[in-house]
Structure formats: structure tokens, C-alpha cells
């Protein structure tokens, strides 16, 4: 439905170079990269606030590149929200209504429609100021919606957020994306883009230099910025269940061809697991101590990286393993050797999806 | 920083003799004007009160500068917001030229805008011939208080549209508003706390205003140059009530409007 080609924009010493991506109707596009990557110069410049210096920008089959911004379709939800102070939340939401050759009536209830989906009926009198950040949020959400874009752009929508509000906010935009918006979200943590999108792509210093599913990105990443990202190469897409252990509550992580404790306080259901390789500890011998997660393998590859050693062990599943420098000389082992991994559940990182 | 000085138990040296300095700075504002409160007598004052020479070249003086004052802001406040947002080429040049009329000599301000606006030039012939008399009229007292009194206006606003953020202004644009709207419901009620206080002062600024006046138009006569007519005709003792009065009148129209200002900011 929105289709990049070639965008470039020169602005001071800073350059969007030949960005080209797509987006389909109804997707939920992650654009990951650390600040100065010229994420937000790249939302802005969908929306015709900045304009390009080349390239076309292409929604529903038309092309909008030069489109004014007042005509898109793309809606804008800032970092700090960018509501207006001076008017009540009603007014915000109604904002992009005005315009609009409607019934002051229809207007109304377009608003309290809106505010009942975000769950903001209550504050609807309320000045901006007097808001929390999720309450913000919401309220910003709504005013973008209120004008039925094709597409909505978040930037860093979760960044100033408390965990718990995060969690609530990640709910509704998940929600919001199943009702069929089409979303792209800028972030710069990797575990928000991970959770939360169908296809991330990563920028760096102005380019877009890798799109694919949070899978291939972590496992196959391009880039510096995503390789290094802890424990990336042990990154597992499965589901949490629940049962009873000795008579404890135990949570397992089951995936393809293996299953594994973990400690978790999600609910059950679709999630991924993140292991760091430094966790993981490697014995040639099977260890005396009992550990929840033990595993045979065989190691497949051992390489030089910037903390030690990675060990690549194909057990039940691919591992990778880091490991000191001198494990090597003190365990002997090497490509071939048969070796028992293990790690802790509490070392294992449980992103929801 | 401020909280170690206020919660200072000892006496501080320093804290003392800035105090005292400063002190010297206030009284130095205060006494003139207390003493020539003093030596005018409650009946004096009544007396000149009821001069309609005195009453009516208040009132022209409240007008012109009140007229002048709003016409000019319709080009003013555009421009505050165009140097604001960095539309503007050689902006620092035209700060520059708008902070011009605070250095120059005001009666220099006269003579240039004389020059200017006289019957003998094609701007005076041709404002003559439409029935607008610069030169001794209220269009001169005008243009002379405008000149003077203007980058109070175009600086008050100027700062005032800077502090909105621009996030608002494209999220309003991205909402599906048109830069005008945009402008009226976003940037110009949010700067509107500074341009108000920018018209009070150059609607005072104005008004105080002496030098470039007396050279464009002695007559109609404001009262600056009332009081100076009567210091220089009669001395000290004639000019000094007509001063107090117009003192006294002009500090009651601004703190009026001042809580007219605030009242409304927090309604």
C-alpha cells in the first residue's frame, strides 16, 4: 500500500540516502535504528512535512510525493505527542475534524467513538498537561485516527512510557493493527521492534540496509547496530506453558524440536526467547551440579569475537555459546567434541509477541 | 543556586553590599517621581484635571498610540512569526534593523521620517491629496510613535511564537489544517501571553513618546509635549501637574490592562 523508492534528502550535515521499502495494507512495519539514524527525518518526510530532494513516495497506487501535507493520508503520532496544550482532549481529538464539511453532531459522536476505543472517555475534559504519558498517548492516538489515514506513523510511541504502561500501550497497538491500520513504527529497542512487528527494517546513517521478518534480522543481521545486540544468535520463536513441577509453578518454552524452563510471568501463548551466549556455560564432561536446562551437542564451529570465543553447538537445537579465551586450552575442546551447554531460566529473556 | 542566598542565616558580605548597590539603583527610579508626587497639592491636580487643553491632549495621546499601536501590529506580528520560524533571508540583519529606532536619537527619528512624509515629497503630496496629514496631524503622531515603539511589538511576539513548539504547528498540518489555520488556532494562541504584553508596551512605549513627535507634530498637542510647552512657557510649577496627572493615568491604564491580560489568560 506504501511504497518507497529512491528517497533522498540533504538536510545541514545530515542525508537520508535512496530509501526504498514497502509496507503492505495492514502490516506492521518497524523501523529500528539508534538515535541520528534519521528515523524521524524519514517519518516526517512520508508525510510531506519535510520535503525530498528525489525519490517518489507511492500510497495506494498514487503517487504523493508531492502531495501537500494537509492531503495525505498519513497520519503522525510525535515522540512527545505534540498535543496541543491550549485545548481540551476533546478538542485535540476533534481537531482534524474541523476541517471537514460534517455535522457538529457527527463530529461528537466521532469523538466519543474514538475515545471509548482508546479508553479515554474520562479524560475528554481534561487539559493536555494534566495527563500522564500513557494517557498522552492514547489521546494523540486517537486525534490520528480520527481522520481515517491509510497509514499511521509512530515515533518512538513507547520510548517515555513505564514499563507497565508500555505493556498497555503495546496491547492497543497491536489491537488497533488486527482492526486493519497499517502501522509504522519507529523505535530504536530492538526487543519493542522484535515484539511488535511483522517486518522490521533496520536504518543506519541515513540508509535502510536490511528489511526481513524479526527472525531473519536477529539471526542474519546486516548491520553492527543489530549484531550487536546481546545473545542475538540464540533467538527462538515458540510458545510459554504453564505447569507444575515438585510442586512448584513452572513455566517451559517449547520450540521446534526442543523445550527448555524459563522464568517467566507472562501468561501463556506465542512469545520469543532470547539467550545470551555469554550465559551459557559449556563442559565436555556432563556436569555433577543439577541444572534445569542441560543439553548435549556436538560443536560445529568455533570463531574469534571481540569478548572471547563463540562455540556453535547443534544440539536439540542450533547454540552459540561464548565463551573465555582460554576454555579452549583448559577443556580441549574443538570442532567435532561432544559437549553438554547449560543455563540458567532465569537467563533466558521472554520477549511477548 | 538562589535557595543557598535566600536560606543564608549569616549575613553575607557580598549579598549585603549588592543589596545596598542595588537599593541605590531603585531609589534612584523612585525619589524624582516621589517628590514630584510630593510637591503637587490634591487641588493643583484637580485644577488641571478639569483644563480641557490637558484632558483632551491626554486622550489623543491614549488614542494615537492605542491607533498606532494596532495598525502596525497587522504587519508586525506576520513578521514576528516569519523571523520566528526562520523564513526570513539575512534574518540577523533584520533583527537588526528592527532593534534600529531603541538606538537612534528619537528627535534623528523625527527628521528622517519628516523627510520622508513632508508635503514637499510624492509620499506627503499624495497622502495630502487622499486627506492624510502627516505633518501636524494624528497620521504624523502615529508614524513618529510607531517608529519608536515597533521592535517593542515585533521582538515581545517574535519571542513569543519561538517558544511554540514546532512539533505542534506540523502535527496541526499533518491533522489536515491549512498553514492559516494552523496559524490562527495553534501558533497565535500560543504566543498570545507575549504579543499582548508586546502591544501593552508598545502601546506605552508609544505614548511616552516625545522627541520624534515634537518634530513631525507639534500640534495637535500629546502630552509630552504639553508638558514641555508649559515647563518651557511657565517652569517647573505649571509643567509639573500636568506630569503627575499623565503619570497617574498612564500606570492606571496598564495595570488595568494587565489584569484584564491575566484574567483572560486564566479564564
Not at chain 1, 258 to 279: M, N, Q, W, Y
Request: charged share 20%.
Amino acid at each position: 500500500m506504501l511504497e518507497v523508492i529512491g528517497l533522498s534528502k540533504k538536510l545541514g550535515d545530515f542525508r537520508l540516502n535512496d530509501i526504498s521499502f514497502d509496507v503492505a495494507s495492514g502490516e506492521y512495519f518497524v523501523l529500528l535504528g539508534a538515535s541520528g539514524t534519521g528515523k524521524t527525518v524519514l517519518l516526517e518526510t512520508l508525510t510531506g512535512i519535510i520535503t525530498s530532494d528525489r525519490g517518489r513516495i507511492i500510497l495506494e497506487g498514487a503517487d504523493i510525493t508531492d502531495e501537500k501535507i494537509q492531503k495525505r493520508k498519513i497520519a503522525i503520532v510525535f515522540q512527545d505527542q505534540a498535543l496541543f496544550p491550549h485545548m481540551t482532549v476533546r478538542k485535540n481529538i476533534a481537531y482534524g475534524l474541523s476541517d471537514r464539511r460534517i455535522s457538529r453532531a457527527r463530529k461528537n459522536d466521532r469523538v466519543n467513538e474514538l475515545a471509548r476505543s482508546m479508553g479515554i472517555e474520562s479524560l475528554l475534559d481534561r487539559m493536555p498537561s494534566t495527563l500522564s504519558g500513557g494517557e498522552a498517548q492514547r489521546v494523540a492516538l486517537a486525534r490520528a485516527l480520527a481522520l481515517d489515514p491509510e497509514c499511521i506513523l509512530l515515533d518512538e510511541p513507547l520510548s517515555s512510557l513505564d514499563n507497565n504502561t508500555r505493556r498497555k500501550i503495546r496491547v492497543l497497538l497491536r489491537r488497533l493493527n488486527r482492526e486493519g491500520i497499517t502501522i509504522i513504527h519507529v523505535t530504536h529497542d530492538y526487543e519493542e521492534a522484535v515484539s511488535l512487528a511483522e517486518r522490521i527494517g533496520v536504518m543506519e546513517k541515513g540508509s535502510i540496509i536490511q528489511v526481513d521478518t524479526p527472525e531473519n534480522i536477529l539471526h542474519h543481521p546486516r548491520s553492527e547496530f543489530v549484531a550487536g545486540f546481546v545473545g542475538i544468535k540464540n533467538f527462538f520463536r515458540g510458545k510459554i506453558v504453564r505447569g507444575r513441577n515438585n510442586g512448584r509453578d513452572h513455566s517451559e518454552f517449547l520450540t521446534g524440536g526442543t523445550r527448555f524452563s524459563v522464568k517467566a510471568d507472562i501468561p501463556e501463548g506465542e512469545c520469543f526467547a532470547l539467550i545470551r551466549g555469554e550465559d551459557i556455560a559449556l563442559s565436555p564432561v556432563r556436569p555433577s551440579s543439577l541444572s534445569d536446562n542441560l543439553m548435549r551437542g556436538v560443536v560445529s564451529d568455533i570463531s574469534k569475537v571481540r569478548s572471547g570465543i563463540e562455540v556453535v553447538i547443534e544440539s536439540e537445537v542450533e547454540i552459540s555459546a561464548v565463551a573465555a579465551d582460554g576454555l579452549q586450552k583448559k577443556t580441549g575442546i574443538e570442532i567435532g567434541s561432544e559437549v553438554y551447554l547449560s543455563f540458567e531460566p532465569g537467563a533466558v529473556r521472554i520477549l511477548e509477541v | 543556586m538562589t535557595g543557598t542566598f535566600i536560606k543564608a542565616r549569616r549575613a553575607e558580605p557580598m549579598h549585603l553590599i549588592f543589596t545596598a548597590l542595588g537599593a541605590a539603583v531603585l531609589l534612584f527610579i523612585i525619589a524624582p517621581l516621589a517628590s514630584m508626587f510630593f510637591h503637587v497639592t490634591p487641588g493643583e491636580l484637580a485644577d488641571t484635571a478639569r483644563e480641557s487643553e490637558v484632558t483632551g491632549s491626554i486622550w489623543l495621546t491614549l488614542l494615537t498610540s492605542m491607533g498606532a499601536t494596532v495598525i502596525f501590529s497587522a504587519g508586525s506580528i506576520p513578521l514576528a512569526y516569519l523571523l520566528a520560524r526562520g523564513k526570513v533571508p539575512f534574518r540577523d540583519l533584520v533583527n537588526g534593523i528592527i532593534d534600529i529606532p531603541v538606538v537612534i536619537p528619537h528627535s534623528a527619528a523625527g527628521i528622517a521620517l519628516l523627510g520622508l512624509v513632508s508635503g514637499n515629497t510624492w509620499l506627503g503630496s499624495i497622502s495630502d491629496r487622499a486627506g492624510i496629514h502627516f505633518v501636524g496631524g494624528y497620521a504624523g503622531i502615529m508614524i513618529a510613535m510607531a517608529f519608536v515603539s515597533v521592535p517593542f511589538l515585533v521582538n515581545a511576539a517574535r519571542d513569543g511564537f519561538a517558544s511554540v513548539p514546532v512539533e505542534l504547528e506540523k502535527a496541526a498540518l499533518n491533522l489536515g489544517a491549512s498553514p492559516v489555520r494552523v496559524f490562527l488556532t495553534v501558533s497565535l494562541p500560543l504566543a498570545w501571553r507575549s504579543i499582548l504584553s508586546g502591544l501593552i508596551l508598545m502601546w506605552a512605549r508609544g505614548m511616552s513618546e516625545f522627541g520624534a513627535v515634537l518634530v513631525i507634530a507639534y500640534h495637535p498637542m500629546i502630552t509630552p509635549v504639553l508638558i514641555y510647552e508649559r515647563f518651557g512657557a511657565f517652569g517647573l510649577k505649571y509643567a509639573r501637574p500636568v506630569a503627575v496627572l499623565f503619570i497617574i493615568i498612564c500606570l492606571l491604564f496598564f495595570v488595568a490592562m494587565r489584569v484584564i491580560a491575566r484574567r483572560r489568560e486564566d479564564a
